[in-house]
């Protein structure tokens, strides 16, 4: 399984990104897809996952900002971010894990090399 995160960057708070994560073929269909963030000093937290069924699930500290998605066809996974606060600030990692349970405390098997997303007030 090869996940390939891209689309981080430096915006100022109140601003949109969107992270992409490239995914090896059948994986989304079958699997499920997470998104995680590590900010320096801090463990590690599920942003959001989406299953396989496409049921997705969320932080509380992201709940009406981020939408997780996919598209199947493309084989790329997304996490559409809006209204940023600089506590978002973080490395974001895609994941994936064989499993139909799928929530953002669940543990994941395969991971990407990160990207950076930095939120400046």
């Known amino acids: 399984v090869q996940l390939v995160e891209s689309g981080g960057g430096s915006v100022q708070a109140g601003g949109s990104l969107r992270l992409s994560c490239a995914v090896s073929?059948?994986?989304?269909?079958?699997?499920?897809m997470g998104w995680f963030r590590q900010a320096p000093g801090k463990e590690r937290e599920g942003v959001a996952t989406i299953g396989r069924d496409s049921a997705t699930s969320y932080a509380q500290s992201v709940k009406g900002r981020f939408t997780i998605s996919k598209d199947n066809a493309k084989n790329t996974l997304y996490l559409q971010m809006n209204s940023l606060k600089p506590e978002d600030t973080a490395m974001y990692y895609c994941?994936?894990?064989?499993?139909?349970?799928?929530?953002?405390?669940?543990?994941?098997?395969?991971w990407g090399q990160g990207t950076q997303v930095t939120v400046s007030s």
């Open positions: 073929e059948y994986i989304l269909s079958s699997y499920c």
């Open positions: 994941a994936a894990r064989p499993l139909y349970s799928c929530y953002v405390g669940s543990s994941f098997d395969y």
